[in-house]
Structure formats: structure tokens, C-alpha cells
């Protein structure tokens, strides 16, 4: 079987980097899915989030937002599994951890915990597939790495004459596969603000990103705002102008024909003209993606009861497959009575 296992941290409400690297591209892969042979779990993950200490009221909120988001994006719970992290109470941590190949005494285990908290959770659910922004490559690396191990250690025996049993055999796990945008201009959207960052929830300036509830005013004037360049009339060159090919790039990932950020800037007369047209460009592309998100997103804020009752049965199907998939790493690991 396809298994396709993403998650995102409840950072409140998601930004338009998250949107474009990752939450679009996990609507296509559910809307495309063959529920014969596909299972998608999109996973909120608030115990990851527990690394940044916060009052318990704070997360609760930020937890609420993230979900009413994908469901506002539409993350369908009767497609999808979209379930919180700490719903599914079992954890892979410790297998992945023994298996951890890099154990230098000398680094922090701050360092190590986080890539191996993600290896779990993509690993307890047998995820084949883990679309994500570039930024996670090397988790996923890691992720890959601790697969590698897994199978090395309790999937085959060390004497080549002797055969695996049923259970090494069902428990051997392949090691997960990055899924990029199908756009590559999404990949990595920048900070408004200084271009040469990630557009990123953890950045000061709330100016630096567009959130995915932000109205059409507040949209125009973060885009308004966005750091260019004093070099002249719209061109790309992203070494030398980040500022504006990151506007291009949002404009190209946004775009329903899927063109690529030169043609686009051709076809669309962008080249050449002034900023501002630039920008007025970008912000009617974008009030046009974000808007209808936005207004599903209030409705769902207005009644968080609904929601979970809606992703009720969700979490239930990832206590499951956690709970089973658990019951044969166990069993090959030597914790079990037979
Ligand atoms: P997080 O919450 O930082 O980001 C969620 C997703 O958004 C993508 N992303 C971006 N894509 C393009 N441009 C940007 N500026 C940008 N910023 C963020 C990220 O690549 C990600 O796909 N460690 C993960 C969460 C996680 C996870 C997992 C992911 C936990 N367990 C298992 C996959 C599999 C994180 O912090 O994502």
C-alpha cells in the first residue's frame, strides 16, 4: 500500500509558505488518492510543539486554529486521517532513538530528539510517501537512516542461511520518500521582509508572512511592503533580486495554468514593468486563492465542538494503525511472549 504521512507544528494560523510547500500539495494528494490502495494521515503535532515551553492555553488555541485551517483548506477527516499527535498516544520514539546512528556524546540531545520524534511519527504509521516543504530533506534523510537501521537490526537475522520469520518480514518497513510541490517555485517561499530567509511562523515581523486568514486589505499591504530592490524594472534573477523572484515564485506556484515563473512574467506582461504593477498582481492572486479559505476557516472557529466531532473517528483510525503497527515492532524487537 501507498502511505502518505505529513504533519505540520500548531503554530496557530498556517502561512502562505506552509500553504504553498506543503497543505495545497496534501489537498492534491487526497483529492487524487485511490482509497483502494492509498492511506493519508495528516498528523497536527503538538508534542513536538512542546519544545517551545508556553502556557497550556496558548497551545490549546494555536491547536485550534491549525485544525480549523486544514479543514478550511479542505482536509476531508472521512479522506484523510488528520488526527493531533497526542491523540495517538503510542510512540515510536525509543525504537527510533536506539536505532539513532549518529550517538556522539559531545551533541546536545535537543539536537537529536526533534528529527527523532518526526522519524516516529512518519514510521509508526509505515509512511511510503511524506510530502513537505525543502526545508525537511534532512529529516527525511534521517527518517531514511533510521529505517535502514530498523530492518538492519530486527527485520533480517545476522546468520544469511536462516530465514526471517512471517513477522520480520511484515515488519520490514521502506524507507519514506520525499514528495516536493509539484511546482517547484513552492518549495521555498521566502520571508517578505528579508528574502534571503524562509518565510517562517517563528520570524518577528508579522509583516515577513502572509497567513492564510489574512484579509484582502491586509494582504495588499504585506505584498505592498514586501523588500525588492532598487534595480530597476521587473526582471528574474533570483541571485541577484531574491526579493522579486520570490514574489514570481508565489504568482507561479499560484498559478492554474502551471507556469513557470519566466513564462509566467512574459505571458502575464509582468516583465519589465514597475514594481507596484508587480505587486498589485501577486495581491489579486493571492486575496483570490486565500479568500474563500479564510471564510471557511471563521465558520469553523465559531464552532471548535463541531470540529471535533468531526475528526473524532479520524483519530480513532490513527490510534489504530499506530496500535497495530506497534504490536509487530514489538513483537520483532523480543517484546512480546512469542
Ligand atoms: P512545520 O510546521 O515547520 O511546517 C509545515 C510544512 O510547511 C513547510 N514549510 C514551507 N514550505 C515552503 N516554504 C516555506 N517558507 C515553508 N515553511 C514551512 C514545511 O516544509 C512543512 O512541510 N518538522 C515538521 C513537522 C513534522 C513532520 C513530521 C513533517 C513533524 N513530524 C513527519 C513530516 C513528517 C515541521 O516543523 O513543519
Same mark, same amino acid.
Given at each position: 500500500?501507498?502511505?502518505? *504521512?505529513?504533519?505540520?507544528?500548531?503554530?496557530?494560523?498556517?502561512?502562505?509558505?506552509?500553504?504553498?510547500?506543503?497543505?495545497?500539495?496534501?489537498?492534491?494528494?487526497?483529492?487524487?488518492?485511490?482509497?483502494?490502495?492509498?492511506?493519508?494521515?495528516?498528523?497536527?503535532?503538538?508534542?513536538?510543539? !512542546?519544545? #517551545?515551553?508556553?502556557?497550556?492555553?496558548?497551545?490549546?488555541?494555536?491547536?485550534?486554529?491549525?485544525?480549523?485551517?486544514?479543514?478550511? !483548506?479542505?482536509?476531508?477527516?472521512?479522506?484523510? /486521517?488528520?488526527?493531533?499527535?497526542?491523540?495517538?498516544?503510542?510512540? !515510536?520514539?525509543?525504537?527510533?532513538?536506539?536505532?539513532?546512528?549518529?550517538?556522539?556524546?559531545?551533541?546536545?540531545?535537543?539536537? *537529536?530528539?526533534? &528529527?527523532?520524534?518526526?522519524?516516529?511519527?512518519?514510521?509508526?504509521?509505515?509512511?511510503?510517501?511524506?510530502?513537505?516543504?525543502?526545508?525537511?530533506?534532512?529529516?527525511?534523510?534521517?527518517?531514511?537512516?533510521?529505517?535502514?537501521?530498523?530492518?538492519? /537490526?530486527?527485520?533480517?537475522?545476522? %546468520?544469511?542461511?536462516?530465514?526471517?520469520?512471517?513477522?520480520? /518480514?511484515?515488519?520490514?518497513?521502506? &524507507?519514506?520518500?520525499? #514528495?516536493?510541490?509539484?511546482?517547484?517555485?513552492?518549495?521555498? #517561499?521566502?520571508?517578505?521582509?528579508? &528574502?534571503?530567509?524562509?518565510?517562517?511562523?517563528?520570524?518577528?515581523?508579522?509583516?515577513?508572512?502572509?497567513?492564510?486568514?489574512?484579509?484582502?486589505?491586509?494582504?495588499?499591504?504585506?505584498?505592498?511592503?514586501?523588500?525588492?530592490?532598487?534595480?530597476?524594472?521587473?526582471?528574474?534573477? &533570483?541571485?541577484?533580486?531574491?526579493?522579486?523572484?520570490?514574489?514570481?515564485?508565489?504568482?507561479?506556484?499560484?498559478?492554474?495554468?502551471?507556469?513557470?515563473?519566466? /513564462?509566467?512574467?512574459?505571458?502575464?506582461?509582468?516583465?519589465?514593468?514597475?514594481?507596484?504593477?508587480?505587486?498589485? *498582481?501577486?495581491?489579486?492572486?493571492?486575496?483570490?486563492?486565500?479568500?474563500?479559505?479564510?471564510?471557511? *476557516?471563521?465558520?469553523?472557529?465559531?464552532?471548535?465542538?463541531?470540529?471535533?466531532?468531526? #475528526?473524532?473517528?479520524?483519530?480513532?483510525?490513527?490510534?489504530?494503525?499506530?496500535?497495530?503497527?506497534?504490536?509487530?515492532?514489538?513483537?520483532?524487537?523480543?517484546?512480546?511472549? %512469542?
Amino acid at each position: 500500500r501507498k502511505v502518505i *504521512f505529513s504533519g505540520i507544528q500548531p503554530t496557530g494560523v498556517p502561512h502562505l509558505g506552509n500553504y504553498l510547500g506543503a497543505l495545497r500539495e496534501w489537498k492534491r494528494l487526497q483529492d487524487e488518492a485511490d482509497p483502494a490502495t492509498t492511506d493519508l494521515f495528516f498528523c497536527i503535532v503538538d508534542l513536538h510543539a !512542546l519544545t #517551545i515551553p508556553r502556557p497550556g492555553k496558548e497551545l490549546r488555541a494555536a491547536r485550534q486554529e491549525m485544525l480549523a485551517a486544514l479543514l478550511a !483548506l479542505g482536509i476531508d477527516p472521512a479522506k484523510s /486521517t488528520l488526527y493531533f499527535q497526542s491523540d495517538s498516544k503510542l510512540q !515510536l520514539t525509543d525504537t527510533a532513538s536506539v536505532t539513532d546512528p549518529v550517538a556522539r556524546a559531545s551533541l546536545k540531545l535537543g539536537l *537529536f530528539s526533534y &528529527p527523532v520524534l518526526q522519524a516516529a511519527d512518519i514510521l509508526l504509521h509505515r509512511a511510503t510517501h511524506v510530502p513537505v516543504g525543502d526545508d525537511q530533506r534532512q529529516h527525511l534523510e534521517f527518517a531514511r537512516e533510521c529505517v535502514t537501521n530498523f530492518n538492519h /537490526t530486527y527485520c533480517a537475522y545476522p %546468520d544469511p542461511n536462516e530465514e526471517p520469520s512471517k513477522a520480520m /518480514t511484515e515488519a520490514m518497513l521502506s &524507507p519514506p520518500e520525499i #514528495i516536493l510541490p509539484s511546482a517547484s517555485a513552492a518549495k521555498r #517561499i521566502m520571508s517578505l521582509t528579508s &528574502p534571503d530567509k524562509k518565510m517562517s511562523k517563528s520570524d518577528p515581523s508579522p509583516k515577513s508572512r502572509i497567513l492564510l486568514t489574512d484579509d484582502a486589505a491586509t494582504i495588499h499591504k504585506k505584498i505592498r511592503g514586501a523588500v525588492t530592490d532598487g534595480l530597476g524594472p521587473v526582471s528574474y534573477d &533570483p541571485v541577484n533580486r531574491p526579493g522579486v523572484a520570490n514574489l514570481l515564485h508565489i504568482v507561479s506556484a499560484l498559478d492554474q495554468k502551471g507556469r513557470d515563473p519566466v /513564462t509566467l512574467m512574459k505571458e502575464e506582461g509582468l516583465e519589465g514593468c514597475g514594481m507596484a504593477d508587480l505587486k498589485d *498582481f501577486v495581491s489579486d492572486r493571492v486575496c483570490e486563492e486565500l479568500g474563500p479559505i479564510r471564510e471557511r *476557516f471563521e465558520i469553523y472557529m465559531r464552532s471548535p465542538w463541531d470540529m471535533r466531532v468531526e #475528526i473524532e473517528e479520524s483519530a480513532e483510525r490513527a490510534q489504530k494503525s499506530a496500535a497495530k503497527n506497534m504490536r509487530l515492532y514489538k513483537k520483532v524487537m523480543g517484546m512480546s511472549w %512469542d
